[in-house]
């Protein structure tokens, strides 16, 4: 069914997404490790590390989402909002 079709590739495009987003975190917390500002890595700097913190939770969240559409559709439920929520997610990882 088309619509099935639909849900099924959304959720495989966000997971695609989310993929994507993982290495960008990764080297957002290994650049402010090593960059030096003041003698103290950025890290330490709270404006920092809050955006990386909201960085993680947006990741985890939106990676929960995609999880989430997924068991439903091998479930054999309608996910097409799920679908949908997930990819809408990413868009928060930007």
Not at 24 to 52: C, D, H, M, N
Request: hydrophobic content about 50%; glycine content about 4%; proline content about 2%.
């Amino acid at each position: 069914m088309m619509v099935d079709e639909l849900a099924i590739e959304r959720s495989l495009y966000a997971a695609m997404l989310v993929g994507e987003a993982k290495p960008t975190l990764e080297l957002a917390v290994k650049y402010s490790s090593e960059r030096v500002q003041f003698g103290v890595p950025i890290r330490s700097f709270e404006a920092i590390s809050f955006r990386i913190a909201d960085m993680a939770t947006k990741l985890q969240a939106a990676r929960l989402l995609v999880y989430h559409a997924v068991r439903l559709i091998d479930a054999g439920f309608d996910a097409v909002k799920e679908s949908a929520t997930a990819i809408a997610s990413e868009t928060f990882l930007r």
